[in-house]
T-cell receptor, first 118, second 109 residues
């Protein structure tokens, strides 16, 4: 099992361009989470998806950001018209379908995509 | 609202010395607490969770609801413990994790 895969690892975009970040969950995992880490800050939750469904997007900025997790293929975090403030590390995590009887579960993290907006 | 505080950004200890990484949380319900670790050039990985009450790599953490703390402890630090450590909280019924800002631990040989 290769673990959670993210690509690209580094992405440079000019202001106003679009950024597409991809995440392939671990085999057998159907839950995907996106987090953003700004410099000197902890990871902040953005969105939680299951296949073809957005379950919780309470952490997503209201504009320019969108996420999807299609039936086939990776989950994609899309940022339109990027601005310098979007520069950050974006982490994807996946978890198995069941949280178990305790409700606790483990999220497995990808290596992250470092987005730089110039 | 949930909040996780790790008051120390940097912590240095000598090899063999005890280490304690502090984590305090703010949450009105009954939380699930986790410690994640990120070694150099590796991805973030789960170190331990409070409900397991287990010791991983010599580390333990006890949930203290009275003090709203979940400090990570190890009696004798090793050089390979040098890493970034994040405390995280999962609220009841939530799916996501709330992370602290992390503590970078350096173990001096």
């Amino acid at each position: 099992n290769a673990g959670v895969m993210q690509n690209p690892r580094h992405l440079v975009r000019r202001r106003g361009q679009e950024a597409r970040l991809r995440c392939s969950p671990m085999k057998g995992h159907s839950h995907v989470y996106w987090y953003r880490q700004l410099p000197e800050e902890g990871l902040k939750f953005m969105v939680y998806l299951q296949k073809e469904n957005i379950i919780d997007e309470s952490g997503m900025p209201k504009e320019r950001f969108s996420a999807e997790f299609p039936k086939e293929g990776p989950s994609i975090l899309r940022i339109q018209q990027v601005v310098r403030g979007d520069s950050a590390a974006y982490f994807c995590a996946s978890s198995p379908p069941s949280g178990g009887t305790s409700g606790a579960y483990e999220q497995y993290f990808g290596p992250g995509t470092r987005l730089t907006v110039t | 609202a949930q909040r996780v505080t790790q008051p120390e950004k940097l912590l240095s200890v000598f090899k063999g010395a005890p280490v304690e990484l502090k984590c305090n949380y703010s949450y009105s319900g009954s939380p699930e607490l986790f410690w994640y670790v990120q070694y150099s050039r590796q991805r973030l990985q789960l170190l331990l969770r409070h409900i397991s009450r287990e010791s991983i790599k010599g580390f333990t953490a006890d949930l203290n609801k009275g003090e709203t703390s979940f400090h990570l402890k190890k009696p004798f630090a090793q050089e390979e413990d040098s890493a970034m450590y994040y405390c995280a909280l999962k609220a009841t019924g939530a799916n996501n994790l709330f992370f602290g800002t992390g503590t970078r631990l350096t173990v001096i040989p």
